[in-house]
């Protein structure tokens, strides 16, 4: 069994989500076939506390774009952006699916050093995606640094991570990317955006995909980049039976 991921790293525009939105269309538009698509974190806006002027409801034109869009691809759309839900704001991937099928994950570890728990709410809640035969857990940038809300309790098949991660600290991203697939003996893919930001911050991107041993399947860092590949379960299920790591692991319950 396969599936065929695309990974899209790209500059973002400050605050402007029409031409956010219509970059996104015309790099799409010509993807080889996929199952799914992985955009950066907060990709229609850039990763801003400024939430009350741009902040969409789950009605808002980004989320009816990618609505629009996995159907139009036909392929699983993914990534975050900045919801306002019962006066409470969310940094919120969404998981849309040809069909119109959604799944929601709310960041849970919001990052203090940029005062985005001052602005957002939490998340409480960690979900597994069931999508042609694969289990998928997602997870947003900050999230990375937390390797029990990573645990691979439930064997799922892929973890993924959408962020902004800054330049300063891109040895931090790939190393805790490698770490988080040894460990959990799952695909890794980590997805962030390049250019400087409306803070002047810097991301060299290093947007990543590994294998359940840890070994890299690709990496591109400075330049924006759409690239499209396939994996197997066969081989995850190879590395896991070669390797059979998981079957020690700690039991506990996640909270």
């Not at 691809?73 to 409470?88: H, K, P, R, V």
């Not at 940038?141 to 330049?167: H, K, M």
């Amino acid at each position: 069994m396969s599936l065929t991921i695309t990974l899209v790293q790209s500059n973002l525009h400050w605050e402007a989500i029409d031409t956010n939105i219509a970059m996104f269309d015309q790099k799409l538009c010509d993807l080889p076939h996929t199952d799914v698509v992985i955009l950066p974190e907060m990709f229609s806006t850039g990763f801003s506390m400024n939430v009350k002027p741009i902040a969409e409801t789950m009605e808002g034109k980004a989320v009816k774009w990618m609505r629009a869009t996995a159907q139009k691809i036909n392929a699983a759309l993914t990534g975050s952006l900045i919801i306002e839900e019962n006066g409470a704001y969310y940094n919120r991937l969404l998981w849309v699916e040809p069909d119109g099928t959604m799944h929601q994950y709310d960041k849970k570890h919001l990052f203090s050093m940029a005062e985005e728990d001052r602005s957002f709410s939490a998340g409480k809640e960690r979900i597994i995606i069931d999508y042609k035969g694969w289990k998928i857990a997602p997870f947003i940038c900050y999230d990375l640094r937390f390797p029990v809300w990573a645990r691979n309790t439930v064997d799922y098949d892929i973890a993924f991570y959408v962020a902004n991660w800054p330049q300063k600290r891109s040895h931090h991203w790939k190393s805790l990317l490698v770490a988080r697939a040894i460990e959990n003996q799952a695909y890794v893919f980590g997805v962030n955006r390049v250019g400087v930001d409306g803070s002047g911050f810097e991301y060299s991107g290093d947007t990543t995909a590994l294998d359940p041993a840890g070994t890299l399947l690709y990496q591109k860092s400075h330049e924006e980049a759409i690239h499209t590949f396939t994996i197997s379960k066969e081989h995850l299920t190879d590395v896991r039976k070669r390797l059979p790591f998981l079957n020690d692991r700690d039991s506990f319950v996640m909270t």
